[in-house]
């Protein structure tokens, strides 16, 4: 909860007051997890800190034309979920996911550019942009 939901929260104070004091506008990007909207098991609490990612992102859309977005990236293997990251887990997981496949951490290249654009994504704001390989569109 201090990493994944304090954190983004003060950082989103900070640089937002920044940027209303400057007032050129700007775009504050932060990173949430297919968990965040598909409760996971084993992941309980960073489940639950993402959500409120989530949360915070489309409360803070705001009138100061500051953008406030989240990218929703889908499973790849780091270090921090190694150890949950078993061959039934992996199995559960592509059957989920539409691309069959774990994402490329540049594949989410795209998606930060053109939220951190004014031009391309002027006009976008409190939005959950997936870049999750189909996943959230997985229902049972």
Not at 12 to 19: E, L, S, T
Not at 79 to 88: D, G, P, S, Y
Not at 90 to 115: C, S, Y
Request: overall charge positive; proline content about 4%; some cysteine.
């Amino acid at each position: 909860m201090n990493v994944n939901l304090k954190g983004i929260v003060l950082a989103c104070q900070i640089f937002g007051r920044k940027m209303i004091e400057k007032g050129s506008g700007g775009s504050i990007i932060n990173i949430s997890s297919v968990s965040s909207t598909i409760p996971l098991s084993k992941v309980f609490t960073y489940s639950a800190s993402k959500s409120g990612v989530n949360s915070i992102t489309q409360f803070l859309a705001s009138p100061y034309n500051i953008r406030v977005n989240a990218i929703i990236p889908g499973f790849f293997p780091a270090e921090q979920n190694r150890k949950i990251l078993n061959e039934e887990r992996v199995t559960q997981i592509m059957n989920h996911t539409p691309m069959n496949r774990f994402r490329n951490p540049d594949e989410l290249k795209g998606a930060t550019v053109w939220l951190a654009s004014k031009q391309a994504s002027g006009f976008v704001t409190g939005d959950l942009i997936r870049v999750d390989g189909g996943f959230g569109s997985m229902t049972i």
